[in-house]
């Protein structure tokens, strides 16, 4: 578990995560200061990853439909 933020960020992106390095730092300060429990560390971060995806596929289909 003595991962550099670098290697979590390659690691995430590996494995498909797309949500932004900056909004995952504040993500994770945010359910670190907000004393979130396990289950709503999880809830959050889907949320998060789904926007980001939202996102990301709401700009290819912007893209190609121009």
């Known amino acids: 578990m003595s991962d550099t933020p670098e290697d979590l960020d390659e690691r995430l992106r590996r494995i498909g995560f797309r949500a932004r390095k900056d909004a995952l730092s504040a993500f994770l300060a945010h ?15 889907v949320d998060l990853e789904e926007r980001a995806r939202d996102a990301v596929n709401l700009a290819r289909r912007t893209r190609f439909a121009a």
């Open 31 to 45: 359910a670190h200061k907000s004393r979130l429990g396990p289950t709503e560390t999880v809830e959050s971060l």
